[in-house]
């Protein structure tokens, strides 16, 4: 039976670290490394063990870093190579992994290939970006821009004008267009070598792995992304030859892809291929935390913004849909539990936070959800003390609507919530100064906080290995409750979850014969077993875990 993922990575929960918002060391107003560093303990104290660091590399940050202009070399603004390597070291010390953000898909213009890939006269480089062989020519129906260098052409961009595509060929090249190269032209493969070569270089001075970003779009004109799928085959080859312990992690949004594309894990995500069942649909009721009904709107009272019409699962309304979400996870999760993880996050970079119009105890009920279900989760940097999107933020470095869930980590209740010692126009973003907004000093000083019970959350999960990534799921009830049982070995455990705000019962077949419902996290919850069934009480938003003791 082959090898699923590195054992470590079963145990494994992720905190996303976006680096200019998390702990600026030096009073610049931007995060940094050796912010980081400085916070390693404050990791352990929480329960991860594992980081995902977005990247920190070179870049004129056009796109919050998501533009490289060296993939070598540490952006100054964070720190040193030394500084990332120090990083490494003392997350080793104490237990945790590091793993970097690849951008494989594109470069910033700034980038010295892309320097040379722009210059009239022919070189190594022409082919490792995508160019047609005159601005005036048709593009191919291809994002492509003109009028940004020497060289007589039109370049390929996968997101931003800065961002040309690297050139890792055609699955299927158009003839009428012979600059459409196929994927085992040398010029390609040299950019696959490139790819292989970044990665080593960071593997070898100590990263754990590396989330992949934008990881389904390499192989342009392939269909079902069989090609794409190969080139990630041949890099998790490199990596179980040569880095048995490193991770691959995909931003793709579609396990059966990724994971057989040698993905160990794959995010569930808000961008993905059509007919996936996300968590970020905007279809009204059928969504887990981030389905809103297509009449909703923001109406701003004082300072703060409510939203209008918000239904999902995990609303203390209790008008959301769990079956719709399952019938596909479920789906996904049984075609790809052989090959790798499913991966729930919080949230990410990317999104909008998950804290908005819900209570401590309604993110304390997502937080169950996501840190008792299989796979490898992901806790965005400030949601476990529920910080909330700041709407109306001016774009920064790209951000866009994105930077109202890109501001600084809220340490304490100080000007600046702990982050830096700038003045307060000179952060990378305005802190949240907004009347109840948390920090984290406030919270770790309240036993009944959600940070307290987000910490609750992961010492279970970390001592119950049914729990963890590779345990295994059954649904029972997708309702009002969420009803499922997670096992391993001789262990099974029920798992209550409750969002709604209202009294609640239910019944639920036992899946074997058992003597009783031995309570792990309980609250105010009654458990009990009658006539061969399982049946839970309460009243509102509420979560539990029973071990099913035969």
Same mark, same amino acid.
């Given at each position: 039976m082959?090898?699923i993922?590195?054992?470590?990575?079963?145990?494994?929960?992720?905190y996303?670290i976006?680096?200019?918002?998390?702990?600026?060391?030096? +009073?610049?107003g931007?995060?940094?490394? !050796?912010?980081?560093?400085?916070?390693?303990?404050?990791?352990?104290?929480?329960?991860v063990?594992?980081?995902?660091?977005?990247?920190?590399?070179?870049?004129?940050?056009?796109d919050?870093?998501? &533009?490289?202009?060296? @993939?070598?070399?540490v952006?100054?603004r964070?720190g040193?190579n030394?500084d990332?390597?120090?990083? *490494?070291?003392?997350?080793?010390?104490?237990?945790?992994?590091?793993c970097?953000?690849?951008?494989?898909?594109?470069t910033?213009?700034?980038?010295?290939? @892309?320097k040379?890939s722009?210059? !009239?006269?022919?070189?190594?480089?022409?082919?490792?970006?995508i160019?047609?062989n005159?601005?005036?020519?048709? #593009?191919?129906?291809?994002?492509?821009?003109?009028g940004?260098?020497?060289?007589?052409g039109?370049?390929?961009?996968?997101?931003?004008?800065?961002?040309?595509?690297?050139?890792?060929?055609?699955a299927?090249?158009?003839?009428?267009?012979?600059?459409?190269?196929?994927v085992?032209? !040398?010029?390609?493969?040299?950019?696959?070598?490139?790819?292989?070569?970044?990665?080593?270089f960071?593997?070898?001075?100590?990263?754990s792995?590396f989330?992949?970003?934008?990881?389904?779009?390499?192989?342009?004109k392939?269909p079902?992304?069989?090609a794409?799928?190969?080139?990630?085959?041949?890099?998790?080859?490199? @990596?179980?030859?040569e880095?048995?312990?490193?991770?691959?992690i995909?931003e793709w949004a579609?396990?059966?892809?990724?994971?057989?594309?040698?993905?160990?894990?794959?995010?569930?995500?808000?961008?993905?291929t059509?007919?996936y069942?996300?968590?970020?649909r905007?279809?009204p009721e059928?969504?887990?935390?981030?389905?809103?009904d297509? %009449?909703?709107?923001?109406?701003?009272?004082?300072?703060?913004y409510t939203?209008?019409n918000?239904?999902?699962y995990?609303?203390?309304?209790?008008?959301?849909?769990?079956? @719709? *979400?399952?019938k596909?996870y479920?789906?996904?999760?049984?075609?790809?539990?052989?090959?790798? *993880?499913?991966?729930?996050?919080?949230?990410?970079?990317?999104? #909008?936070?998950? %804290?908005?119009?819900?209570?401590?105890?309604?993110?304390a009920?997502?937080?169950?959800?996501?840190?008792t279900?299989p796979?490898?989760p *992901?806790?965005?940097?400030?949601?476990e003390?529920?910080?909330?999107?700041?709407?109306?933020?001016?774009?920064?470095?790209?951000?866009?609507?994105?930077?109202q869930?890109?501001?600084?980590?809220q340490?304490? +209740?100080?000007?600046?919530?702990?982050?830096?010692?700038?003045?307060?126009e000179?952060?990378?973003?305005?802190?949240?100064?907004? !009347?109840?907004?948390? &920090?984290?000093?406030?919270?770790?000083?309240?036993?009944? %906080?959600?940070?307290?019970?987000?910490?609750?959350?992961?010492?279970?999960?970390?001592?119950?290995?049914?729990?963890?990534a590779?345990?295994?799921?059954?649904?029972?009830l997708?309702d009002?409750?969420?009803?499922?049982?997670?096992?391993?070995?001789?262990?099974?455990?029920?798992i209550?979850?409750?969002?709604?705000?209202?009294?609640?019962?239910?019944?639920?077949?036992?899946?074997?014969?058992?003597?009783?419902?031995?309570?792990?996290?309980?609250?105010?919850?009654?458990?009990?077993i009658?006539?061969?069934k399982?049946?839970?009480?309460?009243g +509102?938003?509420?979560?539990?875990?029973?071990?099913i003791?035969?």
């Amino acid at each position: 039976m082959k090898k699923i993922a590195p054992d470590w990575l079963k145990k494994a929960v992720f905190y996303e670290i976006y680096p200019s918002s998390f702990f600026d060391s030096n +009073g610049d107003g931007i995060g940094d490394l !050796p912010g980081i560093i400085a916070k390693l303990d404050y990791l352990v104290d929480l329960g991860v063990n594992a980081v995902w660091l977005n990247p920190c590399f070179a870049s004129t940050f056009a796109d919050g870093g998501y &533009d490289i202009s060296d @993939f070598r070399q540490v952006a100054p603004r964070y720190g040193t190579n030394d500084d990332l390597l120090k990083l *490494f070291a003392e997350a080793k010390k104490r237990d945790i992994r590091i793993c970097l953000d690849m951008v494989a898909g594109h470069t910033s213009t700034e980038h010295a290939w @892309f320097k040379a890939s722009a210059r !009239p006269e022919k070189n190594e480089y022409s082919n490792y970006y995508i160019w047609n062989n005159s601005w005036l020519e048709s #593009t191919g129906g291809l994002q492509m821009i003109s009028g940004m260098a020497e060289r007589d052409g039109s370049f390929m961009v996968n997101y931003f004008s800065v961002q040309p595509a690297l050139n890792y060929g055609f699955a299927n090249p158009d003839p009428a267009f012979p600059w459409q190269l196929p994927v085992d032209h !040398p010029d390609v493969l040299k950019v696959r070598e490139e790819l292989k070569n970044n990665m080593r270089f960071w593997l070898d001075l100590g990263a754990s792995g590396f989330r992949c970003d934008l990881a389904p779009s390499l192989i342009k004109k392939d269909p079902g992304k069989v090609a794409t799928m190969a080139l990630w085959r041949e890099i998790r080859e490199m @990596f179980d030859a040569e880095y048995p312990e490193a991770v691959l992690i995909a931003e793709w949004a579609y396990a059966p892809q990724a994971l057989k594309a040698g993905f160990h894990c794959d995010f569930l995500l808000h961008c993905g291929t059509p007919g996936y069942t996300t968590l970020f649909r905007n279809e009204p009721e059928r969504d887990l935390w981030r389905g809103i009904d297509k %009449s909703a709107f923001y109406e701003k009272d004082g300072n703060d913004y409510t939203v209008k019409n918000f239904h999902s699962y995990f609303d203390a309304a209790g008008l959301g849909d769990a079956e @719709f *979400f399952f019938k596909t996870y479920l789906d996904h999760y049984e075609r790809t539990r052989e090959d790798g *993880f499913i991966s729930i996050p919080t949230g990410d970079h990317d999104m #909008t936070r998950i %804290s908005d119009f819900r209570s401590e105890q309604d993110l304390a009920c997502v937080f169950a959800f996501i840190l008792t279900m299989p796979g490898v989760p *992901f806790i965005y940097y400030g949601d476990e003390i529920g910080m909330k999107n700041i709407p109306g933020l001016v774009s920064k470095e790209g951000g866009y609507t994105r930077t109202q869930a890109r501001t600084p980590m809220q340490w304490d +209740g100080s000007e600046n919530k702990g982050f830096s010692t700038a003045p307060a126009e000179k952060l990378y973003l305005p802190v949240d100064k907004r !009347p109840g907004a948390p &920090d984290l000093a406030e919270q770790q000083g309240r036993p009944d %906080s959600l940070w307290h019970k987000v910490q609750e959350l992961l010492k279970i999960r970390q001592t119950l290995p049914a729990l963890q990534a590779d345990g295994g799921l059954k649904l029972l009830l997708a309702d009002y409750p969420l009803v499922y049982l997670r096992s391993k070995g001789e262990e099974t455990f029920v798992i209550v979850i409750q969002p709604a705000a209202r009294e609640w019962r239910c019944e639920v077949e036992l899946p074997f014969a058992a003597a009783e419902l031995s309570p792990v996290l309980a609250g105010n919850i009654n458990a009990g077993i009658a006539d061969g069934k399982m049946c839970f009480s309460g009243g +509102g938003t509420q979560y539990g875990i029973w071990q099913i003791k035969r």
